[in-house]
């Protein structure tokens, strides 16, 4: 017979309960029986002893494994987006440094768009969307003009304010007056490197 989910954590809880039940049934008979012998007395209380603690041990040492295996997914997952996001700043960087958005670019774009969309925050994608609509907007014709780069450059200030919140926590957590001082500063530091 195969469990799994909430069913298999019932069967598995009913039957560690009832071999609690009978384990101490068994022991306490056991131990009243030998009443009249101290030395079997403390070898039953010594063997009771060692069964708890390894019970302890099992309990402990399985929360342990699962803490650590969450830490580890967590990890990867942080390092996949670290990477990810990276290469979007890299290419929205090409774009500013070649003044223009051909065909190419939005096939490239366009992939980038479908591999956001599997790891990013719910915040960072609707930053993204924004992002998107004045790209598209300023980038009708092919060559991109100061002006459309400054607007380009300031909605990417915003997605990149979303996307520090998201690596830094996961976007859950993060106080809503810090996270406007981190979009401010932002937009401040993409304000003055444009000179």
Known sequence: MKFTGTTAKVFYSVLVFLTFIFG???FKI??????????NQEIILIILGTIVT?????????RQTEVELQKEQRLRLFELKSQFYIDLLNFVEEIFTSHKL??????KLNL??????IIAS???LSQYEKF???LNKVSEDINLTELEEEEVSLEFSRLCAKIRLD???????????????IESQILRNAKKSEG
């Open 132 to 134: 998107l609509d004045v």
């Open 167 to 181: 690596l830094l926590n996961g976007g859950e957590e993060e106080g809503e007056q810090k996270l406007k001082s």
């Open 30 to 39: 056991s131990y009243e029986v030998t009443s009249d012998f101290p030395f």
């Open 102 to 107: 051909d065909d190419k670019e939005r096939i």
């Open 54 to 62: 390894m019970i302890i041990t099992a309990a402990l040492l399985n």
């Open 24 to 26: 101490y049934l068994y």
């Open 112 to 117: 980038l768009t479908h591999k956001l969309s």
């Open 122 to 124: 719910p915040e960072v």
